[in-house]
């Protein structure tokens, strides 16, 4: 596609459930990335494709959060019994090659009740 | 490990006045810089990187940034900036060798007043 989807743009969620976020790469681009955007705290890094393998799972904040990628296209991030704490934007990027810096997503905004 | 610090996390500016935006980074390799802007309930879009060669790097938007390796700095400069330029502005980082992913600071609120 012309950019990085992510669907869905809004998502508001009871404490305890689990959400799936999914993540449409820009077509050919090997690298996708997962950040988390909260109020104030700039991005953190949660993980990182590359095909479809992940050789950094350092940033996902606990065994509650998953990813996976597959066809070296479409991710998907799974969170499972949500907190309140989980509430944030949740940022997807892809990257042909790292000097081309990433494209990223318009996000999706978590909200845990 | 890299890291960034955005020293302001938030500038009001005049319109049509310069602004800078000051990044500071920490290293113990060569690195690539960028400077990213998030507009409201939107994704982040790349303004500029220095990847090597000439120090000056020009962006979209007007925008541009010097990177000083002895002061570890890569500032973000506009010389007259206008209200659509508010927006929140992000420098990164990351190693020049490897796959390290980009760190990212936290943030800058340039907030331009009319």
């Known amino acids: 596609g012309a ?45 990182y494709f590359q095909g479809n393998s992940a050789p950094d799972k350092s940033g996902l904040p606990s065994d509650r959060f998953s990813a996976e990628r597959t066809g070296g296209s479409v991710s998907t991030l799974t969170i499972q019994r949500t907190q309140q704490e989980d509430s944030a934007v949740y940022l997807c990027a892809s990257s042909r090659d790292r000097n081309y810096g990433y494209t990223f997503g318009s996000g999706t905004r978590l909200t845990v009740v | 490990a890299q890291s960034v610090t955005q020293l302001d996390s938030q500038v009001p500016v005049f319109e049509e006045a310069p602004v800078e935006l000051r990044c500071n980074y920490s290293s113990s390799v060569s690195v690539y810089l960028f400077w990213y802007v998030q507009y409201p309930n939107q994704g982040l879009q790349l303004l500029l990187k220095y990847l090597s060669g000439s120090t000056l790097v020009k962006g979209i938007n007007g925008f541009e940034a010097e990177f000083n390796k002895s002061q570890t700095s890569f500032h973000l400069r506009k010389p007259s900036v206008h209200i659509s330029d508010t927006a929140e502005y992000f420098c990164a980082v990351s190693p020049v060798s490897g796959n390290t992913p980009l760190v990212f600071g936290k943030g800058t609120r340039l907030s331009v007043i009319a």
């Open chain 1, 3 to 47: 950019g990085v989807s992510q669907s869905p743009s809004n998502k508001v969620t009871e404490k305890g459930k689990d959400v799936e976020l999914r993540c449409d790469p820009i077509s050919g681009h090997t690298a996708l990335y997962w950040y988390r955007q909260s109020l104030g705290q700039g991005l953190e890094f949660l993980i």
